[in-house]
């Protein structure tokens, strides 16, 4: 009895990602080229790829006709979706914060990333440390609470900063956004975010092998009290041991190539290179480090450490090898991440394929998630977007987004529901502006002798 | 082959002096304010556009450019940049915008323009040939520059805003207007006219929350009208000070600040105003006929119902980055993409400036993404082009592939405004200029590094 009333509700479960088919649309699945076509989805993943599909009964069918479908897009650096600061810039090390406990499903931002055809994004802590915050991808489920956000399974991740920004809060007299009334906080230089990473490995390496030792004897039968758990070195534990990704903020080569020794030392992997502008110096060592980087398609100039960033960075890098995805770092840029990838295209003649590849099926290995996202395949989330053109140009905007399935976006209802949405508005103007005048009818907005 | 493209770019940009004549050869020409004319050729003289036709015979040892397949368009004007005043917006010392003090008319962009700056040659490859660049970008938010480092929060008039060419081997070469705008920053109650200024808290919420009047919107309102008052009073300083100097009265001094201001009372120069929202834009007009100057709405937020006012009053608008969020949580996702269409719908002549350095380069992208939100491709074009040139009153000599015109030419190999189109060739003042930068010289190097 009680079992049979779980199977209904896990029969219900899927009720809201009906079975859809996207019908006569260019494909663009990325790993398996692109083709005229249809996409059958079912329980929200995709059942059926081909030029032609039965449509299963009971289907609902869009019509893709003239129309462009592409993998869901994934921005490997975003920080929306965060509640209040995402730096906790009082110690070098913060990875005891984790950006998990302060998710916000109502940030409007997913809502507008959502209509730019993002589904995912890794949200990171902020750079003001060497080591920050644990991370985590979510998926733009728009309307869900906040542990409905989270990319269900995926690896958790760890933000560590180079170069200019943890420098900053060492040297209070410089920089812009400089603390200057707080004392100046380790470290200040490019030599000490080294120490201070290799300071707190040195410690996680110790804590670990404290934890394995105390393994070792339990497993063998001991009976012991267990080790302190040290919520700073927990994560930074979970590095070494390979359960954690690292996701590097980072600039200049050396920096970049400092923290490749680093990790070379201590023996960890650095998963993403991020922003990493200076990527394309140290192409090579990234990529014999085994490396992805995910990096702007062409900001510059907004400090020293971006002087030398140049637009072919993401070309230069795949072409070494390294797997490259282009981020945003920012809820604007997010929006339009498929005309970012067309950046690819035209500075350093990157493929279709590839620049698409790098807003969506790099971003998803990067982040581990590519058996669920990435591409248009058979078994894959029914990740999607519509687009009414060529989607890796500023001509072309986004009609339609699914995730698991779920429409989550679709702009013809958005842009039919303004009128309801502004009456509504001004209804509650209205009332808010009635409620006023009976509380206080002789107030004037602007009158002298208000409240002095 | 694309480095050996470049190298041949070099080569020619350097044997192409200033006044030699080259003729562009069967080429597709976009006039923009005309139709296109295909395979056609363009004859470039003395730093003009000479002549265009099908059947021009070119003169005995003139430089022949072979451009089957390939598009000229004129030059694009960005209408709002830091360009030569801003390297590393966050460093202050590489920052020349947003100066102290509150009325500074005397102030000149053009003279602390760099020319050896890095991003003449990085906006330059995208086809931008000129830019109109202001001695503030606005204050406030967005990254913006202005105002960061200097009094620039405190500006009301930030000085004069040049139009110039982005190539040139002086400040004086570069020069195309020296004064062609006076910038004023106008006065906002939601802070300055650049965005985020930040709204004050509401008067009933402030009361709620037990905050004084100081954050209040009557304390607001109060700080904007002073301003105002202000404002108006150095119009009218400005307009005494004209009269005493057309008057001759004995021991008349002179004063830089109103020397500045009598070709705006004169309405010789227009007074670009930034305005963000539709209220501030209704106030700027009326300020405007009340002082009888002409104006120049720049990055405004929200048109609204400022929008039947500018059509009506004939006030072109430069529209600031089209690819911005909304203003409100509440706003349409969309809001910034829709305004070029709304302005266009409502008539208002615009161009479109993109306000910091680094995005200069993404111009025709941002006017492409306006397209896909409505505004017919024509008139995003336009905006980029001969539209600008009228606003800031150098159409005659700027913005469309005309005879007589100054040679700002853009060669590509497809649409000016899609992301993917290279530029093949650019001339700017009739001089061919290479295709290279201080980006495109890193990639060449670190191609090589094996």
């Known amino acids: 009895m009680n079992k049979a009333w779980i199977a209904a509700l896990i029969a219900l479960a899927p009720l809201s990602a009906e079975t859809i088919v996207i019908q006569n649309a260019t494909v663009m699945t990325v790993t398996k080229g692109t083709l005229k076509g249809s996409v059958v989805i079912k329980d929200g993943k995709i059942a059926e790829v081909g030029e032609k599909v039965m449509v299963p009964q009971g289907a609902t069918v869009i019509d893709g006709t003239n129309q462009y479908l592409i993998p869901g897009i994934i921005d490997c650096h975003s920080h929306i979706a965060a509640d209040g600061g995402i730096n906790e810039g009082s110690v070098s090390v913060s990875s005891m914060v984790d950006i998990k406990d302060v998710l916000n499903p109502e940030d409007i931002a997913i809502y507008r990333a959502l209509a730019g055809g993002v589904t995912t994004a890794n949200i990171l802590h902020g750079s003001a440390n060497a080591i920050g915050g644990c991370t985590l991808p979510i998926k733009m489920r728009w309307g869900k609470d906040a542990q409905s956000l989270i990319f269900e399974g995926a690896m958790p991740g760890i933000k560590f900063a180079l170069g200019e920004n943890p420098k900053r809060a060492g040297n209070p007299q410089g920089g812009r956004g400089a603390a200057t009334t707080v004392q100046a906080r380790y470290p200040a230089t490019r030599m000490g975010i080294e120490d201070t990473i290799r300071e707190a490995f040195n410690e996680a390496k110790a804590y670990k092998e404290e934890w394995d030792a105390y393994n070792a004897r339990v497993a063998r039968g001991e009976h012991l009290i267990p080790p302190r758990k040290d919520l700073k070195l927990e994560p930074l534990k979970e590095v070494l041991e390979g359960k954690r990704y690292v996701h590097a903020h980072s600039y200049r080569a050396d920096e970049i190539l400092m923290l490749i020794r680093v990790a070379d030392d201590y023996g960890f992997k650095i998963r993403t290179f991020q922003h990493v502008l200076e990527g394309y110096k140290v192409a090579k060592e990234i990529a014999a480090h085994g490396a992805g980087a995910s990096t702007f398609s062409d900001w510059w100039s907004y400090k020293v450490e971006a002087f030398d960033a140049i637009p072919y960075n993401a070309a230069l890098m795949a072409k070494k090898g390294i797997v490259v995805s282009l981020n945003s770092d920012d809820a604007e840029l997010m929006r339009h991440l498929n005309s970012e990838a067309g950046k690819a295209m035209k500075y350093g003649g990157v493929s279709e394929n590839d620049a698409l590849a790098m807003v969506t099926l790099n971003p998803a290995k990067q982040l581990g998630i590519d058996n669920r996202v990435g591409s248009i395949e058979v078994g894959k989330d029914a990740d999607l977007v519509i687009f009414d053109k060529f989607p890796l140009s500023d001509y072309a905007k986004v009609q339609k987004v699914l995730i698991d399935g779920t429409v989550y976006f679709d702009r013809d209802n958005e842009v039919s529901g303004r009128p309801a949405k502004q009456a509504e508005k001004q209804k509650l103007i209205d009332k808010e502006k009635q409620n006023q005048q009976r509380q206080q009818p002789a107030r004037r907005p602007g009158a002298p002798g208000g409240q002095q | ?450």
């Open chain 2, 1 to 450: 082959m694309k480095r050996f493209g470049l190298l041949m770019a070099c080569a020619a940009a350097a044997f192409a002096a200033s006044g030699e004549t080259v003729l562009i050869r069967n080429a597709d020409v976009y006039p923009v304010t005309g139709a296109p004319m295909k395979g056609v050729s363009v004859l470039i003289q003395d730093g003009k556009i000479a002549d265009i036709g099908p059947k021009i015979v070119p003169a005995k040892g003139i430089r022949i450019v072979e451009a089957k397949g390939l598009r000229v368009y004129p030059g694009m004007l960005d209408s709002g940049t830091e360009l030569g005043l801003s390297e590393i917006s966050g460093v202050r010392e590489t920052v020349d915008t947003g100066e102290l003090g509150e009325f500074m008319p005397q102030l000149r962009a053009l003279v602390a323009v760099n020319p050896e700056s890095e991003h003449f040659p990085v906006v330059r490859v995208n086809g931008i040939t000129s830019a109109m660049i202001f001695p503030s970008s606005g204050g406030g938010g967005g990254g913006g520059g202005g105002g960061r480092f200097g009094g620039g929060e405190r500006q009301i008039i930030s000085g004069q805003a040049a139009l110039i060419h982005t190539d040139g081997w002086t400040w004086e070469d570069m020069e195309i207007n020296r004064s062609a705008a006076l910038h004023l920053i106008f006065p906002s109650i939601a802070g300055r006219g650049g965005r985020g200024g930040g709204a004050p808290v509401p008067e009933n919420v402030a009361e709620m929350l037990g905050l004084g009047a100081a954050t209040g919107y009557t304390q607001a309102r109060r700080t904007y009208e002073q301003q105002i008052a202000k404002l108006g009073d150095f119009f009218d300083d400005a307009r005494k000070y004209q009269k005493a100097r057309g008057a001759h009265v004995p021991g008349f001094q002179r004063d830089l600040k109103f020397e500045a201001m009598i070709p705006v009372l004169e309405r010789k120069v227009p007074v670009a105003i930034t305005a963000s929202r539709a209220s501030t834009i209704h106030d700027a007009i009326a300020f405007a006929e009340k002082q009888n100057i002409q104006i120049v709405i720049l990055q405004p937020r929200e048109l609204g119902k400022a929008a039947a006012e500018l059509k009506a009053k004939n006030i072109p608008v430069v529209l600031g980055r089209v690819l911005a969020l909304p203003e409100n949580e509440d706003d349409p996702y969309d809001g910034a993409f829709t305004l070029p269409a709304e302005a266009y719908k409502a008539g208002v002549k615009f161009a479109f400036g993109t306000f910091t350095n680094e995005f200069v380069r993404d111009l025709p992208y941002q006017a492409a993404t306006a397209v896909a939100f409505g505004l017919p491709y024509d008139e995003a074009l336009k905006a980029v082009t001969i539209n600008a040139a009228q606003i800031w009153g150098a159409a005659d000599r700027l913005g469309s592939v005309e005879k007589g015109k100054v040679a700002d030419l853009v060669v590509t190999d497809g649409d000016l405004l899609e992301i993917q189109t290279q530029v093949k060739r650019l001339y700017i003042a009739g001089k061919e200029v290479a295709l290279t930068n201080k980006q495109t010289r890193l990639y060449e190097k670190y191609s090589e590094r094996q």
